[in-house]
């Protein structure tokens, strides 16, 4: 199979593979990131543009690429997104007298994104979209890596 015929069956077989492969998941334990299943399709077709893989070893191949891609993920993402997080209940574990200083100090950091930076965070961290939703609505290519390229800024600002 080259790249052209995969990017033609992982269109076709998206929503089939994704549920089947959500529900293997889950028996696991792992969770399934669409973020990460939509990166390994871009991945192996990059590798498929190099060389070809045998039509009936395509679906296993996807899918261990993207069972290792989840671990990696897992295990060396140094964020872990959590929405259910309640910033207020960290800033009660501050003094009273130390809380503005940490606000000023957020808001210091977020003086050094432009605009565009601002809002992409903002979305990310607010609402419920996923990259790829956020991809297709800004038309920007690579958006997680820009996310993280985001984040490295705010740290770097420290």
Not at 49 to 61: F, P, W
Not at 93 to 122: A, C, M, Q, T, W
């Amino acid at each position: 199979m080259n790249a052209t015929e995969f990017l033609n069956y992982s269109g076709e077989h998206y929503n089939e593979v994704k549920k089947k492969w959500s529900t293997r998941f889950k028996k696991q334990g792992i969770s399934f990131d669409e973020d990460i299943f939509q990166d390994t399709i871009i991945h192996i077709y990059n590798i498929l543009e190099k060389r070809e893989v045998e039509d009936t070893k395509i679906e296993n191949y996807w899918y261990q690429s993207f069972l290792i891609n989840t671990k990696r993920d897992n295990k060396y993402s140094r964020h872990k997104r959590d929405d259910d997080i309640d910033v207020y209940v960290y800033l009660d574990e501050f003094p009273v007298e130390d809380r503005g200083i940490l606000l000023s100090d957020i808001e210091d950091k977020l003086k050094s994104l432009n605009d565009i930076e601002k809002h992409l965070i903002y979305i990310y961290y607010l609402t419920d979209i996923t990259i790829k939703e956020l991809e297709e609505l800004t038309n920007i290519k690579d958006l997680r890596y820009k996310i993280r390229g985001i984040i490295k800024k705010i740290k770097k600002n420290s």
